[in-house]
């Protein structure tokens, strides 16, 4: 547990990176720029940018292609490049064994026992092809339909959609009375809401200078951020008023799940039951797939004749592609003993006291840091030590 909490407070300090490399240098940019990056005449940032509305979106290249020298230009492309394929493989990494894991076996629920390890490593390639095509087709889209900077953009759609799963996961830690009937109602309330905004926000582009604002009055009058703080308590009074009107999680089901109940040393018998029974029912992801058999065993055998073209073939194919069918790459989850001691189960959560005042002084560190930036960038001037 201390690894994932290091790496929460990580993500933390990560997380105010953006101001000082994204933010900031635009704001740099526009002031070197003012008749490029802050152009503010539709026909001349048309000419610029291929952008009636504003050339926001090249301030950063064009803040490195005027002022770093050749050798740090061709380091900070290289950099980009890198943080952009890292970025989108781990997106569709992630994306590929959600569809692979969670969703394919179910959807083949009737054959899903005779799935492979081969089987769902084709599919989760297959996946990350058309994951590629579906991002490729939308890019213009995404340029048809921003009309503001690339950043606001994702901002917006993370806006519309991040703040329901926070406030589920912050409720389900800290209030044992929240169930899944709440979570749910609360996760579908929060998410048509949040879909409704986005089609407002996405279906007409903003004005250009000088021209009306006839879009919807809630995008022109609130303002999409104080529209995610309506989501998050929208969530929290949905999830909090089901929950009270439906039946209470029981004792086994809050076993050391919230914040709580995370201390409790000894589970109850009903809880020892459950987790039988859980046991006993294997899911299919935790089955161990049988990778071996994939190949007919007249072809695992070496002909005395000598070797087969359509064999070779097909294992140097497998080879190439990841695929091979060998019994040491044979891979999969298997489930723990049905009567494992419950207690051996969670003693990874054990922390040492030297790391844990660490991880402690670390998070009021980023606690006050992230208040105080909050605070600074959000009071007028006049009220700071900037007046001067």
Known sequence: ISHARGGTILAGYLKILPLFMIIFPGMISRILFPD???????????????????????AYPTLVLNILPHGVKGIMLAIMLAALISGLTSIFNSASTIFTVDIYPHVLAFRRKNITNRELMIVGRLFVIL????????????IELQ?????????????????????????????????????????????????????????????????????????RKVNFMYY????????????????????????????????????????????????DVVNHETPIVSQPIDATNTLPE????????????????????????????????????????????????????EERPLIKWILNINLIIILLLEISLMVLFSLPVKYTFWRN
């Open 298 to 349: 007249t072809h695992r055998v070496e002909k005395p004749g000598g070797c087969n073209a359509f064999v070779l073939v097909k294992a140097c194919w497998s080879w190439f592609c990841g695929l091979d069918d060998g019994h040491d790459n044979h891979q999969g989850i298997v489930d723990k003993a049905p009567h494992e001691d419950v207690d051996l189960m969670v003693h990874h959560r």
């Open 36 to 58: 490029t990056v802050a152009c503010n005449q539709p026909s001349t940032c048309q000419s610029i940018c291929h952008n009636q509305r504003r050339c926001t979106n090249i």
């Open 131 to 142: 994951m590629t095509v579906v991002g490729i087709a939308w890019i213009p889209v995404v």
């Open 147 to 219: 009309g503001v900077e690339l950043y606001t953009y994702m901002q917006q759609v993370i806006g519309f959609l991040a703040p329901p799963i926070a406030c589920i996961y912050i409720l389900a830690v800290l209030w044992k009375r929240t169930n899944e009937s709440g979570a749910f109602a609360g996760l579908m309330v929060g998410f048509v809401f949040g879909l409704l905004r986005m089609i407002l926000e996405f279906s007409k582009q903003p004005p250009l200078c000088g021209e009306n604002d006839s879009r919807f009055w809630l995008v």
């Open 228 to 275: 995610s703080l309506f989501l998050f308590w929208l969530t929290l009074i949905t999830c909090v008023s089901v929950s009270l009107c439906t039946q209470p999680p029981t004792e086994e089901q809050l076993y050391r799940t919230t914040f709580w109940t995370k201390n409790q040393q000894k589970s109850t018998p009903e809880h020892v039951q459950m987790l």
